[in-house]
């Protein structure tokens, strides 16, 4: 009996995470084949020819992608030589990218944030509106973590009682390269880019998630921001930030908190609390690397994660198996909806203005944030070490 034929991705954009979901199609997802990679950039190409099976096609531009496996605009899924595209590019194109596979007819896997605003969402969500035969599925990685996972079937079960309070912590390591200064430009800054995991996992601990036909319990109402720049205070001229606080308070009274942050020197850190009135859950209070303790003239000590790769590095491969799964079988919820991207998105962009402008930020009836009477969008200032400079961008 001849095997079933697999579920055909092309994987746009291998940079930093790119990478990873290419290797992943490729070596740790049985049910797919990852037929082609596109990537403008050679260095990358001869990556891809160098590590993915060589049966895998290399391109330059997804033109040459679409036309060499036959793809339309407005085709059924499956119908060209190509079932999904998995987006990993830098963010400022995930919008455009997303829009044009919908319309192709492919199945999508998208890197988070969908877009550095809120306009890029839209057009996103009004193009996977057009086309109900195709899923997208939004790499939000927390949700695939079997920790995060067990904390969440046990607020389901109610083992917590009433959730009222998430605190929680995102901070990288530091890299005196400074990359993320200039990729700020590109990224939306860090509540865009790095609290949409905080604000993700908050807001499906709190019950505001519309993943698997759950109905939110309550809505964003205010957020506050503020803002340092321990190492990078060029990122100030951005409006962003190296390290950063955001609050969130619900309409119901309920809130969460956190920590972001780009300078420790230990290593990666994500730890997140859930506080009910039947006690309190806590993911990954140790951040070390493994089991390991180390007893040496030092003392008594254990190593730190050192990357958000090494830290999810499972959920990757979860999170892939259960796309392909999710686009085989349609009958099958998402694990992540676009719905809950694009929430989580608005609260980002509510708190990116918060700390820009200096000012709390409030959010209409349709949900979308407020900006602060006598802002005028572009005067910012983040204090350093070095009193900060002024912000002279738009948001």
């Given amino acids: 009996m001849a095997s079933p034929a697999k579920f055909r991705v092309a994987a746009i954009g291998v940079g930093r995470q790119g990478k990873v979901h290419a290797l992943n199609f490729a070596f740790s997802t049985p049910k797919a084949d990852l037929v ?19 049966a895998t096609k290399v391109f330059g531009g997804v033109e040459e992608l679409y036309a060499h496996f036959g793809c339309q605009r407005g085709a059924p899924p499956g119908s060209a030589g190509l079932d999904a595209a998995c987006i990993s590019t830098e963010t400022s194109y995930h919008a455009a990218l997303c829009v044009q596979a919908i319309d192709f007819g492919l199945h999508v896997l998208l890197e988070k944030p969908v ?10 969500v009004e193009a996977a509106k057009r086309r109900p035969d195709v899923r997208v599925l939004v790499a939000l990685s927390r949700r ?15 083992q917590m009682g009433d959730v009222h309070l998430i605190r ?29 995991h905080d604000i993700d996992i908050a807001r499906w601990f709190l019950g505001l998630s519309n993943a698997q036909g759950e109905v939110p319990r309550s809505r964003p109402y205010r957020v506050t921001a503020s803002g340092y720049n321990a190492r990078h205070p060029e990122l100030a001229q951005y409006g962003d930030a190296d390290n950063a ?14 920590h972001l942050g780009r300078t420790a020197v230990h290593g990666h ?21 493994d089991r390991l303790d180390i007893l040496d003239s030092h003392g008594v000590r254990s190593e730190s994660t050192p990357s958000y790769w090494e830290r999810f590095k499972d959920a990757f491969v979860v999170e892939a198996r259960e796309f392909v799964d ?31 402008s200096g000012q709390p930020v409030y959010f209409d009836d349709k949900g979308d944030p407020i900006r602060p009477k006598g802002w005028d969008g572009t005067s910012c200032k983040i204090p350093s070490k070095d009193d900060g400079y002024v912000n002279t961008a738009k948001l």
């Fill in 36 to 54: 082609a990679v596109v990537d403008p950039n050679e260095a990358a190409q001869d990556w891809a020819r160098a590590n993915l099976p060589a």
């Fill in 115 to 124: 877009s550095i605003d809120i306009e890029g969402h839209v057009q996103v």
């Fill in 144 to 158: 695939f973590d079997p920790t995060y996972r067990n904390a969440r079937q046990r607020v389901k079960a109610g």
């Fill in 168 to 196: 929680s912590a995102t901070v990288d390591q530091y890299d005196d390269r400074g990359w993320f200064v200039p990729y700020s430009l590109k990224s939306g800054g860090i509540f865009v880019d790095c609290a949409i």
């Fill in 245 to 258: 606080l955001g609050t969130v308070l619900l309409e119901d009274g309920r809130s969460f908190y956190f």
């Fill in 269 to 289: 850190e994500c730890v997140a609390e859930i506080y009910g009135t039947q006690g309190r859950l806590v993911v990954n209070a140790n951040p070390r690397l």
């Fill in 326 to 356: 999710c686009c085989l079988d349609p009958s099958l919820p998402l694990p992540v909806t676009l719905e809950d991207a694009f929430e989580a998105a608005r609260i980002a962009t509510a708190l990116t203005i918060s700390l820009r």
